[in-house]
């Protein structure tokens, strides 16, 4: 099984940054990709960014520029650093990983861009 934790959300005002942090345990060795998604309120869960096994990112347009995922090996953790932030960028985001075409979800971490 594998085990995910996200942490570092938070209430930011527009122009403000925030890390998050997803912590994989279990089995994750061979894992095909990690990312973010993000869900805000009525709408549909929507992809963000995502990053390969072997170090290819991905980006949804909407963030191009202003967000940057990274990935520590050694501590199981990709990161998601948000800068500029908007007031459309609230949402809850949830990191996935994907292995052997088995998807794990997190539970979540509310971000707020509000002034």
């Known amino acids: 099984q594998v085990q995910l934790v996200e942490s570092g959300g938070g209430l930011v005002q527009p122009g403000g940054s925030l890390r998050l942090s997803c912590a994989a345990s279990?089995?994750?060795?061979?894992?095909?990709?990690m990312g973010w998604y993000r869900q805000a309120p009525g709408k549909q869960r929507e992809l963000v960014s995502t990053?390969?096994?072997?170090?290819?990112?991905n980006y949804a347009d909407s963030v191009k520029g202003r967000f940057t995922i990274s990935r520590d090996n050694a501590k199981n953790t990709v990161y998601l650093q948000m800068n500029s932030l908007k007031p459309e960028d609230t949402a809850v985001y949830s990191c996935?990983?994907?292995?052997?075409?088995?998807?794990?979800w997190g539970q979540g971490t509310q971000v707020t861009v509000s002034s």
């Open positions: 990053i390969t096994s072997g170090g290819i990112t």
């Open positions: 279990g089995s994750i060795f061979g894992f095909n990709y």
């Open positions: 996935k990983l994907v292995r052997n075409s088995r998807q794990y």
